[in-house]
């Protein structure tokens, strides 16, 4: 039963890494759209929102057109939840839009959280954050 838990932990970290070297090469991002001050305000709003759909969904695009202004709200956001998907959604946003002290909160999320399986998707996260710095990638 463990060696059976170590195998799915272990292809889950694959599966991540992969798909984060795939979906994610912040030297190739492309260049930042631009959006209003109010847009970026009602991004921030979703992000804290109590709808779980809309919460999600404002996670996902503060990350994918990385949206540095809403790297506080996130990080809050990440200390106040407990929900797996919500921390692995919130550490691909802080990913994506290269933010040290994002990264540096999934390091405290991971170091902190008791569910194995969640600290492993955290890690793997932060893991390829420190690779692309060392390869030159992140900004640092």
């Known amino acids: 039963m463990k ?35 109010n847009e970026i305000k009602t991004l921030i709003m979703g992000i804290n929102s109590e709808n779980e759909g809309l919460r999600k969904s404002a996670i996902f695009l503060a990350g994918k057109y990385q949206i540095k202004e809403a790297v506080d709200a996130l990080v809050d956001r990440m200390s106040e939840t407990g929900n797996r998907q ?15 002290e994002g990264l540096s909160a999934v390091w405290k999320a991971a170091s902190r959280n008791n569910d194995s399986y969640t600290k492993e998707l955290l890690l793997a996260v932060y893991e390829r954050y420190q690779l692309d710095i060392s390869e030159g990638y992140a900004i640092k």
Do not use: W
């Open 3 to 37: 060696s059976l838990i170590t195998v799915q932990s272990l292809l889950s970290v694959l599966i991540i890494a992969g798909f984060l070297s795939v979906t994610s090469d912040l030297a190739a991002a492309p260049e930042n759209e631009r959006f209003e001050k």
């Open 86 to 100: 919500e921390l692995y959604l919130i550490s691909v946003a802080l990913y994506k839009i290269g933010s040290f």
